[in-house]
């Protein structure tokens, strides 16, 4: 059991940072392309870099535990943001399978809200560069 609780965290972190980490980068390489759609969306196309930039450094800085409850938070946010503009506002206008893949879609993010929440409040866990390691905030 012990060797489960050491791992468990770390294996989080990198289930759940990886698909910011991937996802900030094919944004570079797509960079005209996820611009476009992000206007189409009715989001300014200037902010991708900024959304590049949340994604891939503060899924790094999940992934190794560093900063991470401070990445954790922003992540949540991004997430929930991100799902209800380019998911949840489009679903409204869907029927059927569509309306349903865009529910589900919408869904998946919110549910990395929420364990992005967990490591806010519970930490990094073993094996990260924060030292406080996984510890329940002080009231």
């Known amino acids: 059991m012990t060797q489960l609780l050491t791992y468990a965290a770390p294996l989080g972190r990198v289930l759940l940072s990886i698909m910011f980490i991937t996802s900030g980068l094919q944004k570079i390489t797509g960079y005209a392309g996820t611009q476009g759609y992000m206007e189409m969306m009715g989001v300014p196309g200037f902010l991708l870099p900024i959304v590049i930039i949340v ?7 999940l992934l190794i535990g560093w900063q991470a409850r401070l990445s954790a938070f922003l992540l949540a946010g991004f997430s929930l943001v991100s799902g209800f503009l380019f998911h949840y506002l489009p ?15 919408f869904m998946k993010n919110v549910t990395i ?11 990094p866990g073993a094996l990260s560069f924060e030292k406080r390691g996984s510890t329940v905030p002080a009231e």
């Open 91 to 105: 679903s409204l206008g869907m029927e059927g399978m569509e309306a349903q893949g865009q529910m589900i879609s």
């Open 113 to 123: 809200a929420g364990g992005m929440l967990m490591v806010t409040a519970f930490g």
């Open 55 to 61: 994604e891939v450094v503060g899924g790094i800085a």
